[in-house]
Nanobody
């Protein structure tokens, strides 16, 4: 069982930056692929980024590639999402999720555990 708690969301102007954190409970955090997803009002939840258990592999959605960076610190049971050059279309609730399987997946259905989400709002 893994419990996930996101933090770091907020209101930022276009072009600004935010860093999201996701703290995980449980001793097996380092065994999980971790992902970030987002859901804008009236839209389906979509994949943003994911990182392998070791941190050696990362995958990004095309819409955030080059602007967002996912990382993890297994000693702190935490995964991060550094978001730079934010755009109004990045406005959404951001969720972190844990996937006990392999390989890294972009699919919501592959992830077993989810956090409650943190709101990111980018003003123009």
């Amino acid at each position: 069982q893994v419990q996930l708690v996101e933090s770091g969301g907020g209101l930022v102007q276009a072009g600004g930056s935010l860093r999201l954190s996701c703290a995980a409970s449980g001793r097996t955090f380092s065994r999980y692929t971790m992902g970030w997803f987002r859901q804008a009002p009236g839209k389906e939840r979509e994949f943003v980024a994911a990182i392998s258990w070791s941190g050696s592999s990362t995958v990004y959605a095309d819409s955030v590639k080059g602007r967002f960076t996912i990382s993890r610190d297994n000693a702190k049971n935490t995964v991060y999402l550094q978001m730079n050059s934010l755009k109004p279309e990045d406005t959404a609730v951001y969720y972190c999720a844990a996937d006990g399987g392999l390989p890294i997946s972009r699919s919501l259905g592959a992830y077993d555990y989810w956090g409650q989400g943190t709101q990111v709002t980018v003003s123009s």
